[in-house]
């Protein structure tokens, strides 16, 4: 199904450039937990992917402590924004509550057949268990999002918060969240796929 709001259109430089809307869902760690609102990635996204000629406006639909079965229970009100492009950031708090990695892998996987099935252009966002636990659960976790990007065949950023987990100069107090500077280490870390989704659209001519 093509969206029939996303356009090309003639870049600065003489190039064929893209707009429309990319909706970025996710839990508190896409909503910006703790930072200002200009400071959260998905602020940080847009103007740099407005820098550089791409005038996509982003949507912040990040719920703080959201699992990833209440993100596919609001799937026609992300759906409703009629996003070209998603962002998918879930799972986190499925991990923290030691929620079963099969049951999340279910909740992602029937996210994206939904997005997909709308035209939008997916980007899931690979994340690692963020409070370790014995046995495979870890494993079962980051296996989840390699899995489902696998299957549907949609982009995979391997690790939304790589450079930046684990490092307390880069996180609140909590360990979890991002500071400011952490998200300005996210932003270019889910750039670049972003920007392959963006090409994916316009190289198939959605």
């Given at each position: 199904m093509k969206n029939e709001n996303a356009d090309t259109k003639n870049s600065p430089k003489g190039?064929?450039?893209?707009?429309?809307t990319i909706i970025a869902?996710?839990?508190?760690?896409?909503?910006?937990?703790?930072?200002?609102?200009?400071?959260?990635?998905?602020?940080?996204?847009?103007?740099?992917?407005?820098?550089?000629?791409?005038d996509f406006r982003v949507i912040?639909?990040?719920?703080?402590?959201?699992?990833?079965?209440?993100?596919?229970?609001?799937?026609?009100?992300?759906?409703?924004?009629?996003?070209?492009?998603?962002?998918l950031q879930t799972g986190t708090n499925d991990g923290l509550r030691g929620l079963s990695p099969a049951d999340m892998k279910r909740n992602i996987q029937a996210i994206v057949r939904a997005l997909v099935g709308h035209g939008v252009t997916v980007v899931l966002a690979g994340m690692q268990n963020l409070k370790k636990r014995k046995g495979d659960f870890d494993q079962l976790f980051a296996q989840a999002y390699t899995e489902?990007?696998?299957?549907?065949?949609?982009?995979?950023?391997?690790?939304?918060?790589?450079?930046?987990?684990?490092d307390p100069a880069l996180n609140r107090a909590d360990g979890i969240h991002p500071t400011a500077e952490g998200y300005r280490i996210v932003t270019e870390t889910v750039f670049p796929y972003v920007v392959e989704a963006i090409e994916k659209r316009l190289q198939s001519g959605e």
């Open positions: 190039g064929s450039t893209a707009y429309g869902v996710g839990d508190s760690l896409t909503a910006g937990y703790g930072v200002a609102a200009e400071e959260n990635y998905p602020a940080l996204l847009e103007r740099k992917l407005r820098d550089a000629g791409h912040n639909a990040g719920i703080n402590g959201e699992k990833s079965g209440e993100a596919l229970g609001r799937i026609d009100s992300i759906l409703a924004q009629n996003p070209q492009i998603a962002i489902v990007a696998r299957e549907e065949s949609v982009i995979l950023i391997p690790l939304f918060l790589a450079g930046v987990a684990g």
